[in-house]
């Protein structure tokens, strides 16, 4: 049966696009036109904007009788709802508008989507989504109400944990001392939206990249001075602080013991960068006083959610080494 509702879920919001296009291509042509030459963005996030300013559009722009496109869908579609189930989900979603999530947290396949503007939270579920997000990456769109959480509305825009950092302080700032709350983003949605969609990373914005507590910075230092006496170089070290920020950002580590994450990012470096291995888990652990397993452990926390990173930055780690 849950097969069944969630193919009904999906052809719902198929049937209230092809109802906006079909009626209203060219009035959603002309909204989309008047954002999009405002941003630099590649036809991939072009693509994804233009989308989403339609979404804002068929669900937020009140036209001339005073209805939006979706509240016009739902009066001629009155009597055609599948089952009387369909028409609740699709009346509860009159309220709907997108905006920018952060994600919260994730349990299992559950996320917790917290408004970057206005702080509140909502349990949202994807439907056939094979790749997953990881904490504290932004999304960009809109949930709808469906079962006993959210589902996302057609598709979302991403951005990593890296770029969520940058994108964050710069927002922060565009908007310092205004009132944000859910009206205000419902307004300005092509505009943030856009912000969000055109950032690009530069070679700036990976450096000195924040730690988010007190352990995190200790566990920094600690490697440091280490790698330092090792006679790693001062690009190697710089990589090595944006990695363990980058992993902060995503992980959120509760840090009990600041040795066991110093070593093992010590491992790490050495088991991916060093052309010749020089550190064993049974040595380090000697040397920082904690046990091999734990240093083992730490390691596999590391380069699980690492591994990616370094196919992003791999000529910026060749450069460091070489240096």
């Not at 991939?44 to 979706?70: C, D, P, S, V």
């Not at 990589?239 to 066991?260: D, H, T």
Request: with cysteine.
């Amino acid at each position: 049966m849950e097969k069944v509702l969630e193919s009904e879920l999906v052809g719902l919001q198929v049937e209230i696009m092809r109802y906006s296009y079909e009626k209203y291509r060219v009035e959603l042509e002309s909204v989309s036109a008047n954002y999009i030459h405002k941003y630099s963005m590649n036809e991939m996030k072009q693509e994804a904007y233009e989308e989403l300013l339609h979404l804002w559009y068929i669900f937020t722009g009140e036209r001339e009788n005073n209805q939006t496109i979706f509240e016009e869908f739902l009066v001629a579609n009155e009597n055609k709802f599948s089952r009387p189930l369909v028409k609740e989900w699709a009346q509860s979603w009159k309220v709907a508008t997108p905006s920018i999530y952060k994600v919260a947290n994730i349990r299992g396949e559950v996320y917790t989507m917290e408004d970057f503007f206005t702080k509140e939270k909502v349990k949202v579920t994807y439907i056939g989504r094979e790749d997953t997000l990881n904490k504290n990456e932004l999304v960009v769109g809109m949930f709808v109400p469906y079962q006993q959480a959210n589902v996302v509305f057609m598709s979302t825009f991403e951005r990593g944990t890296l770029e969520a950092i940058r994108i964050e302080e710069k927002i922060g700032r565009m908007l310092e001392g205004l009132e944000l709350n859910a009206s205000y983003v419902r307004e300005n949605f092509p505009q943030l939206a856009g912000q969000v969609i055109e950032f690009e990373l530069s070679e700036e914005d990976v450096q000195d990249l924040p730690v988010q507590d007190e352990a995190q910075g200790q566990v920094l230092e600690l490697f440091t001075t280490v790698a330092k006496k090792r006679g790693y170089p001062a690009k190697l070290l710089s990589f090595a602080q944006m990695l363990w920020s980058i992993y902060c950002m995503k992980e959120s580590p509760g840090i009990r013991n600041v040795q066991n994450y110093a070593a093992a990012l010590l491992y790490f470096l050495d088991t991916h960068f060093m052309k010749e291995q020089l550190e064993t888990q049974k040595g380090l652990a000697e040397e920082f006083g904690i046990s091999p397993g734990s240093v083992s452990t730490t390691y596999r926390k590391l380069d699980d959610l690492l591994q990616p990173v370094l196919e992003t930055f791999a000529e910026d780690i060749a450069e460091a080494l070489n240096t």
